[in-house]
Protein backbone atom coordinates (compact mmCIF):
# COMPACT_ATOMS: atom_id res chain seq x y z
CA UNK A 1 0.00 0.00 0.00
CA UNK A 2 1.44 3.47 -1.09
CA UNK A 3 1.41 5.74 2.25
CA UNK A 4 1.06 9.28 1.69
CA UNK A 5 2.39 12.02 4.35
CA UNK A 6 -0.65 14.42 4.79
CA UNK A 7 0.75 17.81 6.97
CA UNK A 8 -2.27 19.39 8.19
CA UNK A 9 -4.44 16.23 7.68
CA UNK A 10 -6.75 17.07 10.81
CA UNK A 11 -7.99 20.53 9.32
CA UNK A 12 -10.74 21.15 7.25
CA UNK A 13 -9.82 20.05 3.75
CA UNK A 14 -7.04 18.17 4.71
CA UNK A 15 -9.57 15.44 6.66
CA UNK A 16 -11.64 15.24 4.01
CA UNK A 17 -8.93 14.64 1.44
CA UNK A 18 -7.51 11.75 4.00
CA UNK A 19 -10.74 10.24 3.40
CA UNK A 20 -10.83 10.41 0.09
CA UNK A 21 -7.45 9.13 -0.26
CA UNK A 22 -8.42 5.77 2.00
CA UNK A 23 -11.11 5.40 0.04
CA UNK A 24 -8.52 5.07 -3.08
CA UNK A 25 -6.77 2.34 -1.19
CA UNK A 26 -3.82 4.50 -0.25
CA UNK A 27 -2.81 4.65 3.50
CA UNK A 28 -2.67 7.69 4.95
CA UNK A 29 -0.40 9.27 7.52
CA UNK A 30 -1.28 12.56 9.43
CA UNK A 31 1.21 14.91 10.56
CA UNK A 32 -0.44 18.07 12.79
CA UNK A 33 0.49 19.99 15.39
CA UNK A 34 -3.16 20.54 16.02
CA UNK A 35 -3.42 24.35 16.27
CA UNK A 36 -6.42 24.88 14.22
CA UNK A 37 -8.07 21.70 14.66
CA UNK A 38 -9.34 19.34 17.54
CA UNK A 39 -8.08 16.28 18.67
CA UNK A 40 -11.62 14.49 18.67
CA UNK A 41 -11.77 14.60 14.93
CA UNK A 42 -9.52 11.66 14.67
CA UNK A 43 -11.76 9.00 16.16
CA UNK A 44 -14.33 10.36 13.66
CA UNK A 45 -11.88 10.79 10.78
CA UNK A 46 -11.25 6.82 11.45
CA UNK A 47 -15.09 5.82 11.45
CA UNK A 48 -15.19 7.14 7.90
CA UNK A 49 -11.73 5.65 6.63
CA UNK A 50 -11.55 1.85 5.58
CA UNK A 51 -8.14 1.64 6.55
CA UNK A 52 -6.27 2.43 10.35
CA UNK A 53 -5.12 6.32 9.81
CA UNK A 54 -1.60 7.10 11.47
CA UNK A 55 -1.05 10.57 13.30
CA UNK A 56 1.75 11.66 14.42
CA UNK A 57 1.38 15.43 16.48
CA UNK A 58 3.86 17.46 16.11
CA UNK A 59 4.79 20.88 13.97
CA UNK A 60 6.55 21.01 10.48
CA UNK A 61 8.67 23.56 12.20
CA UNK A 62 10.96 21.02 14.00
CA UNK A 63 13.69 19.34 11.80
CA UNK A 64 13.98 16.59 14.61
CA UNK A 65 11.12 15.64 14.23
CA UNK A 66 10.89 15.66 10.51
CA UNK A 67 14.23 13.75 10.18
CA UNK A 68 12.15 11.04 13.00
CA UNK A 69 9.11 11.12 10.38
CA UNK A 70 10.74 10.40 7.05
CA UNK A 71 13.95 7.95 8.73
CA UNK A 72 10.24 5.87 10.25
CA UNK A 73 8.51 5.15 7.09
CA UNK A 74 8.93 5.14 3.26
CA UNK A 75 6.12 7.66 2.00
CA UNK A 76 5.16 7.72 -1.98
CA UNK A 77 4.27 11.91 -1.79
CA UNK A 78 3.62 14.62 0.84
CA UNK A 79 0.21 16.63 0.31
CA UNK A 80 1.14 19.97 2.24
CA UNK A 81 -2.02 21.90 4.27
CA UNK A 82 -0.53 22.70 6.95
CA UNK A 83 -0.37 26.67 7.21
CA UNK A 84 -2.39 29.39 8.91
CA UNK A 85 -4.82 30.95 7.12
CA UNK A 86 -7.33 33.39 7.40
CA UNK A 87 -6.79 36.97 5.51
CA UNK A 88 -7.42 39.63 8.11
CA UNK A 89 -5.28 37.87 10.89
CA UNK A 90 -2.53 37.36 8.94
CA UNK A 91 -2.79 41.60 8.55
CA UNK A 92 -2.59 41.73 11.82
CA UNK A 93 0.36 39.19 13.04
CA UNK A 94 2.51 38.80 9.67
CA UNK A 95 5.62 37.55 11.05
CA UNK A 96 3.37 34.16 12.76
CA UNK A 97 2.04 33.64 8.90
CA UNK A 98 5.98 34.36 7.86
CA UNK A 99 7.85 31.83 10.52
CA UNK A 100 4.33 29.17 10.12
CA UNK A 101 4.03 29.39 6.69
CA UNK A 102 7.07 29.56 4.54
CA UNK A 103 9.57 28.67 7.39
CA UNK A 104 7.78 25.55 8.18
CA UNK A 105 7.71 24.50 4.41
CA UNK A 106 11.16 25.22 3.64
CA UNK A 107 11.67 22.49 6.75
CA UNK A 108 9.56 19.87 5.16
CA UNK A 109 10.83 20.71 2.10
CA UNK A 110 14.73 19.88 2.88
CA UNK A 111 13.39 16.85 4.99
CA UNK A 112 12.14 15.97 2.12
CA UNK A 113 14.89 16.57 -0.06
CA UNK A 114 17.04 14.28 2.52
CA UNK A 115 14.67 11.27 2.90
CA UNK A 116 12.63 11.41 0.04
CA UNK A 117 9.85 11.14 -1.39
CA UNK A 118 10.38 13.99 -3.73
CA UNK A 119 6.28 14.62 -4.63
CA UNK A 120 3.99 16.62 -3.36
CA UNK A 121 0.43 18.44 -3.75
CA UNK A 122 1.17 21.47 -2.13
CA UNK A 123 -2.14 23.57 -0.93
CA UNK A 124 -2.56 26.88 -2.13
CA UNK A 125 -4.69 29.43 -2.97
CA UNK A 126 -6.82 31.94 -5.38
CA UNK A 127 -5.17 34.67 -3.16
CA UNK A 128 -1.77 34.34 -5.18
CA UNK A 129 -3.73 36.59 -8.16
CA UNK A 130 -4.04 39.51 -6.36
CA UNK A 131 -7.18 41.46 -7.16
CA UNK A 132 -7.64 40.30 -10.66
CA UNK A 133 -7.90 42.40 -14.01
CA UNK A 134 -10.44 40.01 -14.94
CA UNK A 135 -12.85 36.92 -14.34
CA UNK A 136 -12.77 34.07 -14.60
CA UNK A 137 -8.99 33.78 -13.43
CA UNK A 138 -6.97 31.60 -15.82
CA UNK A 139 -3.68 30.10 -14.42
CA UNK A 140 -1.70 32.05 -16.76
CA UNK A 141 -3.04 35.62 -14.82
CA UNK A 142 -0.14 37.76 -13.20
CA UNK A 143 0.43 36.95 -9.66
CA UNK A 144 0.38 39.28 -6.42
CA UNK A 145 -0.93 39.25 -3.26
CA UNK A 146 -3.11 41.98 -0.91
CA UNK A 147 -2.47 40.33 2.56
CA UNK A 148 0.40 38.62 4.09
CA UNK A 149 -1.73 35.17 4.04
CA UNK A 150 -1.39 35.58 0.54
CA UNK A 151 2.13 36.73 -0.10
CA UNK A 152 2.85 33.40 1.88
CA UNK A 153 0.94 31.40 -0.72
CA UNK A 154 3.30 33.28 -3.62
CA UNK A 155 6.06 32.74 -1.98
CA UNK A 156 6.02 29.15 -1.26
CA UNK A 157 4.46 28.69 -5.15
CA UNK A 158 8.14 30.27 -6.40
CA UNK A 159 9.93 28.23 -4.00
CA UNK A 160 8.72 25.27 -5.71
CA UNK A 161 8.89 26.70 -8.62
CA UNK A 162 12.84 27.22 -8.12
CA UNK A 163 13.06 23.85 -6.78
CA UNK A 164 11.83 22.03 -9.34
CA UNK A 165 14.28 24.53 -12.00
CA UNK A 166 17.41 22.82 -9.70
CA UNK A 167 15.78 19.05 -10.02
CA UNK A 168 13.61 18.56 -12.38
CA UNK A 169 12.95 14.96 -10.43
CA UNK A 170 10.87 16.50 -8.27
CA UNK A 171 7.03 16.62 -9.31
CA UNK A 172 4.81 19.29 -7.97
CA UNK A 173 1.86 20.34 -7.98
CA UNK A 174 0.68 23.75 -6.72
CA UNK A 175 -3.01 23.95 -6.71
CA UNK A 176 -4.42 26.90 -6.45
CA UNK A 177 -8.19 26.28 -4.40
CA UNK A 178 -11.15 28.97 -4.31
CA UNK A 179 -13.56 28.95 -1.26
CA UNK A 180 -13.72 25.36 0.47
CA UNK A 181 -16.91 24.97 1.36
CA UNK A 182 -19.65 22.28 3.13
CA UNK A 183 -18.73 18.88 4.81
CA UNK A 184 -18.96 15.16 4.57
CA UNK A 185 -22.47 13.74 4.00
CA UNK A 186 -22.07 12.04 6.91
CA UNK A 187 -22.04 14.99 9.35
CA UNK A 188 -18.81 13.42 10.90
CA UNK A 189 -17.04 15.77 9.98
CA UNK A 190 -17.00 19.47 8.88
CA UNK A 191 -15.40 22.93 9.10
CA UNK A 192 -15.08 23.65 12.47
CA UNK A 193 -12.94 26.58 13.15
CA UNK A 194 -11.61 27.77 16.84
CA UNK A 195 -12.84 30.97 17.99
CA UNK A 196 -14.89 33.25 15.40
CA UNK A 197 -14.75 31.78 12.17
CA UNK A 198 -12.92 33.40 9.37
CA UNK A 199 -15.10 32.28 6.69
CA UNK A 200 -17.91 32.96 5.43
CA UNK A 201 -20.13 29.76 5.57
CA UNK A 202 -19.58 28.18 8.89
CA UNK A 203 -20.40 32.06 10.28
CA UNK A 204 -23.70 31.95 8.79
CA UNK A 205 -23.97 28.02 9.49
CA UNK A 206 -22.95 29.26 13.53
CA UNK A 207 -26.05 32.31 13.01
CA UNK A 208 -28.67 29.61 11.88
CA UNK A 209 -27.49 27.92 14.96
CA UNK A 210 -28.25 31.03 17.28
CA UNK A 211 -24.50 30.64 18.45
CA UNK A 212 -23.77 34.02 16.90
CA UNK A 213 -26.54 36.88 16.79
CA UNK A 214 -26.19 37.92 13.09
CA UNK A 215 -23.62 38.23 10.15
CA UNK A 216 -21.54 40.63 9.36
CA UNK A 217 -21.75 41.42 5.89
CA UNK A 218 -17.88 43.81 5.34
CA UNK A 219 -18.87 45.86 2.30
CA UNK A 220 -22.08 46.30 -0.30
CA UNK A 221 -20.75 49.10 -2.26
CA UNK A 222 -18.86 46.99 -4.25
CA UNK A 223 -19.00 46.69 -8.17
CA UNK A 224 -21.12 43.66 -7.87
CA UNK A 225 -25.15 42.79 -8.84
CA UNK A 226 -26.03 43.40 -5.06
CA UNK A 227 -22.95 44.98 -4.07
CA UNK A 228 -21.12 42.19 -1.77
CA UNK A 229 -18.18 40.34 -2.54
CA UNK A 230 -18.36 37.44 -5.26
CA UNK A 231 -16.63 33.99 -4.68
CA UNK A 232 -16.16 30.69 -6.24
CA UNK A 233 -17.23 28.03 -3.51
CA UNK A 234 -16.35 24.39 -4.24
CA UNK A 235 -17.78 21.58 -1.98
CA UNK A 236 -15.06 20.37 0.10
CA UNK A 237 -15.20 17.43 -1.54
CA UNK A 238 -15.22 18.02 -5.12
CA UNK A 239 -11.47 19.35 -3.57
CA UNK A 240 -10.22 16.75 -1.82
CA UNK A 241 -11.15 14.46 -5.25
CA UNK A 242 -8.87 17.46 -6.81
CA UNK A 243 -6.10 16.62 -4.44
CA UNK A 244 -5.95 12.41 -5.44
CA UNK A 245 -6.16 13.55 -9.14
CA UNK A 246 -3.49 15.60 -8.51
CA UNK A 247 -1.59 12.91 -6.79
CA UNK A 248 -2.05 10.35 -9.23
CA UNK A 249 -0.57 12.39 -12.29
CA UNK A 250 2.40 12.73 -10.48
CA UNK A 251 2.91 9.62 -10.07
CA UNK A 252 3.36 9.37 -13.87
CA UNK A 253 5.01 12.80 -14.35
CA UNK A 254 8.33 14.32 -12.94
CA UNK A 255 6.41 17.77 -13.59
CA UNK A 256 5.45 21.25 -12.04
CA UNK A 257 1.60 21.86 -12.47
CA UNK A 258 -0.03 24.55 -11.97
CA UNK A 259 -4.08 24.25 -11.66
CA UNK A 260 -7.10 26.27 -10.52
CA UNK A 261 -9.87 23.93 -8.66
CA UNK A 262 -12.98 25.86 -8.53
CA UNK A 263 -16.02 25.26 -9.98
CA UNK A 264 -15.82 28.63 -12.59
CA UNK A 265 -19.27 30.46 -10.93
CA UNK A 266 -19.17 33.05 -8.64
CA UNK A 267 -21.77 33.70 -5.91
CA UNK A 268 -22.08 36.84 -4.06
CA UNK A 269 -22.51 37.09 0.13
CA UNK A 270 -26.21 37.75 -0.24
CA UNK A 271 -26.84 34.69 -2.82
CA UNK A 272 -24.47 32.14 -0.75
CA UNK A 273 -26.88 33.71 2.75
CA UNK A 274 -30.10 33.37 0.62
CA UNK A 275 -29.41 29.36 -0.85
CA UNK A 276 -28.17 28.88 2.85
CA UNK A 277 -31.59 30.45 4.33
CA UNK A 278 -33.21 28.06 1.55
CA UNK A 279 -31.11 24.49 2.83
CA UNK A 280 -31.99 25.44 6.76
CA UNK A 281 -36.12 26.97 6.47
CA UNK A 282 -34.67 29.89 8.42
CA UNK A 283 -34.02 33.29 8.11
CA UNK A 284 -30.41 34.78 8.54
CA UNK A 285 -29.88 38.57 10.18
CA UNK A 286 -27.54 40.38 8.68
CA UNK A 287 -25.44 43.60 9.24
CA UNK A 288 -23.66 45.59 6.79
CA UNK A 289 -20.30 46.46 7.43
CA UNK A 290 -17.26 48.75 5.61
CA UNK A 291 -15.15 46.86 3.06
CA UNK A 292 -12.38 44.86 5.17
CA UNK A 293 -8.77 45.58 4.10
CA UNK A 294 -7.62 43.11 1.57
CA UNK A 295 -10.93 41.97 0.39
CA UNK A 296 -11.82 42.36 -3.41
CA UNK A 297 -14.48 42.54 -5.16
CA UNK A 298 -14.66 39.32 -6.89
CA UNK A 299 -12.94 36.28 -7.68
CA UNK A 300 -13.63 32.87 -9.61
CA UNK A 301 -11.76 30.19 -11.36
CA UNK A 302 -11.64 29.32 -14.69
CA UNK A 303 -10.81 25.26 -13.89
CA UNK A 304 -10.53 24.22 -17.53
CA UNK A 305 -6.77 23.15 -17.61
CA UNK A 306 -7.91 20.83 -14.48
CA UNK A 307 -10.35 19.36 -16.43
CA UNK A 308 -7.71 18.77 -19.32
CA UNK A 309 -5.00 17.57 -17.54
CA UNK A 310 -6.53 15.90 -14.54
CA UNK A 311 -9.77 14.90 -15.93
CA UNK A 312 -11.50 16.23 -12.77
CA UNK A 313 -14.04 18.76 -12.49
CA UNK A 314 -16.30 20.10 -9.64
CA UNK A 315 -19.78 18.47 -9.25
CA UNK A 316 -21.44 19.52 -6.39
CA UNK A 317 -23.66 22.91 -6.68
CA UNK A 318 -24.40 25.48 -3.78
CA UNK A 319 -27.99 24.29 -2.65
CA UNK A 320 -25.27 20.74 -1.96
CA UNK A 321 -22.62 22.69 -0.19
CA UNK A 322 -25.46 24.54 1.99
CA UNK A 323 -26.92 21.59 2.74
CA UNK A 324 -24.14 19.48 4.14
CA UNK A 325 -22.93 22.38 5.71
CA UNK A 326 -26.05 22.77 7.46
CA UNK A 327 -25.93 18.86 8.67
CA UNK A 328 -22.56 19.44 9.69
CA UNK A 329 -23.77 22.05 11.97
CA UNK A 330 -26.97 20.84 13.33
CA UNK A 331 -24.72 16.89 13.92
CA UNK A 332 -22.03 19.11 16.05
CA UNK A 333 -24.55 21.13 18.20
CA UNK A 334 -25.77 17.47 18.90
CA UNK A 335 -22.20 16.13 19.73
CA UNK A 336 -22.34 18.93 21.97
CA UNK A 337 -24.92 19.15 23.93
Not at 266 to 284: N, P, Q
Request: hydrophobic content about 40%; aromatic content about 8%; charged content about 20%.
Amino acid sequence: MNQILVTGGAGYIGSHTCVVLAEAGYGVTILDNLCNSRAEVLARLQMLCPTKLEFIKGDIRDPVLLEQVFKARQYQAVIHFAGLKAVGESTVQPLAYYENNVCGTLALLKAMQHHGPKSIVFSSSATVYGDPHAVPIKEDFPTSATNPYGRTKLMIEEILADLHRADTGWSIARLRYFNPVGAHESGLIGEDPLGVPNNLMPYVAQVAAQRRPYLNVWGNDYDTPDGTGIRDYIHVLDLAKGHLSALRYLEQHSELITLNLGTGRGYSVLEMVAEFERACGLKIPCRMGPRRKGDIAQCFADPTRSWELLNWRATRGLAQMCKDAWHWQCSEKLRNE
